[in-house]
């Protein structure tokens, strides 16, 4: 599975982003794919997950009620929905896709991952 995220920008304090994950190579249904974020000089760390199965979602405290993750298997997509963004959100945004049902949260878990598309948001 090859993945590719998008939609990545500037973007003032209070406004809203949409990134893509575009995959290729295989249909992403079946596959959790998760989002995580690297901020500099910090650990990359889960923001939402999407189960490979029922399509329950998850996300972390930090973007609980402003982020929402979803996928269009048709499109073989994976889209996180960012509002409401603060200049803490700023980092570079992976997706990534592992074979299963999930939830998988953790890093280690994933197979696959994407380039990052970098976000930055200004106060």
């Known amino acids: 599975v090859q993945l590719q995220a998008s939609g990545g920008g500037l973007v003032q304090f209070g406004g809203s982003l949409r990134l893509s994950c575009a995959a290729s190579?295989?249909?992403?249904?079946?596959?959790?794919i998760g989002w995580f974020r690297q901020a500099p000089g910090m650990e990359r760390e889960g923001v939402s997950c999407?189960?490979?199965?029922?399509?329950?979602?998850y996300y972390a405290d930090s973007v609980e009620g402003r982020f929402t993750i979803s996928r269009d298997n048709a499109k073989n997509t994976v889209y996180l929905q960012m509002n409401s963004l603060k200049p803490e959100d700023t980092a570079v945004y992976y997706c990534?896709?592992?074979?299963?049902?999930?939830?998988?949260?953790?890093?280690?878990?994933?197979?696959?991952w994407g380039q990052g598309t970098q976000v930055t948001v200004s106060s």
């Open positions: 990534a896709a592992v074979r299963g049902s999930g939830p998988f949260l953790r890093r280690i878990d994933y197979e696959y």
């Open positions: 190579g295989s249909r992403l249904d079946g596959y959790a």
């Open positions: 999407i189960t490979g199965s029922d399509g329950s979602t």
